[in-house]
Every structure is written in structure tokens, then in C-alpha cells.
């Protein structure tokens, strides 16, 4: 099935969140040299994730995802396991980006529960069009300190959705649109401007239509081809936790298997 790239969608309730995809153009300030040095982090990023969102497109996998519903003291209540192949396709009709997500089932989760709703996260593994051309300057971004993962010293780069400018992602309500006001820090090699980690979020900026918190962290890996001499951090791990008024849900999913395909050859891609 090949569905509009979506961050999630609450099932059983009224609650759609997708990802929108306008362009835009990219642009930071210079001045001091830590906004140069910031400016040429966010430069090197955005390029990347160019040319990564085509290497993404050219890819498929194997998606499993574990759904929660979370009861008090956060108990798990309920949990459903699937998993699926995986891909994005990318199209460029008329000047506009498109991205949609195809997810063939591979298992799926038993439909057993009772008038029971639960969260179908989708789109997550994209959220590194926050840093994209189409994206960057509808955030204001500062430099927040490095870290070192894996080996690997990372750039700490904060982020903050800009009031009044077009968001990655949207809540659909009742034929209405209300932009989401992401939030969050991404780990970034500073030489290479490759994204490493995303954690983002929400303010309490929707509660007035149910929504109380939304929290993400998406963990990317380098994974080469055989082809290639370049090495792209792919996503391979995404955790959503999503709670309203009265509903609380904790949804993971785990990407691995990683293959290059085209018209006639597929090529597997071991994980570094």
C-alpha cells in the first residue's frame, strides 16, 4: 500500500498528522563566527540531505513496528507487533516534491481488541527535512555543545519551528490544518553534515484541539553499498510517544535489511 508520507495517524479518532511537502528556499545568517561556523554546519547538512533523500528513494527495507497503549504509571495495556517491506518514492511533478511511503505487510498484528484505538506512526523516518532546502528556513537554529556517539564527536544543533511559517507537519482536524511547532535537537557531523540523531517535539501549542505531548527520537546509521564509495546515515530506529487528554500510546520502529534495488538487481547492505 502506498500512502502520502504522514508523521502519524491516531485510528479510531479524529487526529490526522502528515508531513507537507512546499518548497522553499534555505538560508542562515553570518556574522560572529560561531554563526559562520553554524551557517556552514546548516550548509553542509542541507546538501546532504538532498542528496541523501535520493539515495533513500533508491532503497527498501524491512520495517518492524511494536504499537503500545499505555495505561497508568505508563503500564503497557495493550501491544500489537508488524512488520512490513518498506520504501519512499520520491516524484518531482511540475517543479513540486512529493514524497509518499509504500508499506507492503509482511505480518500484521491480529485485530482482536475491542473499541480500541491505537497509533499508526508513519513518516517519522523523514524528519530530517527539518535541515532539507524545502524546509530550513521555517527553523531558527543554534548551536547547543557536541557529544560524542559511537565513537563519532557530533555537532549538537537545536531547532525551533519559526511562528507563522510552513511546518514538515500538520495536524488534520475536522477539514482544518494546524501546523505543528517542532522543536527538538539533532546530533550532525559537523565536516560531513550527516544526521546522526533527531529527537523532536511539541510544545503544549495544540492542546486546545486534544493533542497534550508528542515526543520522537530517531536514531541513523552509515550504511555503504557496494557500489558506492560514500557512506549515507540511514534511519534505524524511530520512538514515538503520543499522549491527549485521555489516550497515551508508545509506537517503535526498526529498520534493518537495507537493500539497493533497480529494474532487475536488488543488493543487500550490511549495517555498519
Excluded at 120 to 129: H, I, Y
Excluded at 200 to 206: E, N, P
Aim: negative net charge.
Amino acid at each position: 500500500m502506498i500512502s502520502k508520507s504522514k508523521i502519524f495517524v491516531l485510528s479510531a479518532s479524529a487526529f490526522t498528522i502528515f508531513s507537507l511537502l512546499n518548497g522553499t528556499s534555505f538560508a542562515a545568517e553570518s556574522g560572529t563566527p560561531e554563526a559562520q561556523r553554524l551557517n556552514g554546519i546548516l550548509e553542509r547538512t542541507a546538501g546532504q540531505t538532498s542528496l541523501f533523500l535520493d539515495q533513500f528513494s533508491d532503497v527498501k527495507c524491512t520495517e518492524q513496528v511494536r504499537q503500545e497503549k499505555l495505561g497508568k504509571d505508563n503500564k503497557v495495556e495493550l501491544k500489537e507487533e508488524s512488520s512490513y517491506d518498506y520504501l519512499v518514492i520520491l516524484t518531482n511533478s511540475g517543479g513540486e516534491l512529493n514524497l509518499s511511503e509504500s508499506r507492503i505487510p509482511i505480518h500484521e498484528p491480529k485485530k482482536d481488541r475491542k473499541n480500541t484505538s491505537m497509533l499508526l506512526s508513519n513518516g517519522f523516518a523523514t524528519l530530517f527535512l527539518v535541515f532539507h532546502p524545502i524546509y530550513a528556513e521555517a527553523f531558527k537554529f543554534t548551536l547547543s555543545g557536541q557529544e560524542v556517539i559511537a565513537g563519532h564527536t557530533l555537532q549538537k544543533i537545536a531547532f525551533q519551528h519559526i511562528t507563522g511559517m510552513k511546518s514538515p507537519a500538520a495536524l488534520a482536524l475536522r477539514g482544518r490544518e494546524y501546523p505543528l511547532e517542532l522543536t527538538g535537537t539533532a546530533w550532525i557531523d559537523a565536516d560531513t553534515g550527516s544526521i546522526a540523531k533527531i529527537e523532536a517535539g511539541i510544545a503544549d501549542t495544540l492542546q486546545d484541539v486534544g493533542l497534550k505531548t508528542l515526543s520522537s527520537e530517531i536514531d541513523f546509521s552509515p550504511l555503504t553499498f557496494a557500489d558506492g564509495k560514500h557512506a549515507y546515515w540511514f534511519p534505524t530506529e524511530a520512538r514515538v510517544e503520543v499522549e491527549t487528554a485521555r489516550q497515551h500510546w508508545r509506537n517503535l520502529h526498526q529498520f534493518t535489511a537495507y537493500k539497493k534495488f533497480s529494474v532487475s538487481t536488488e543488493e543487500k547492505v550490511a549495517q555498519k
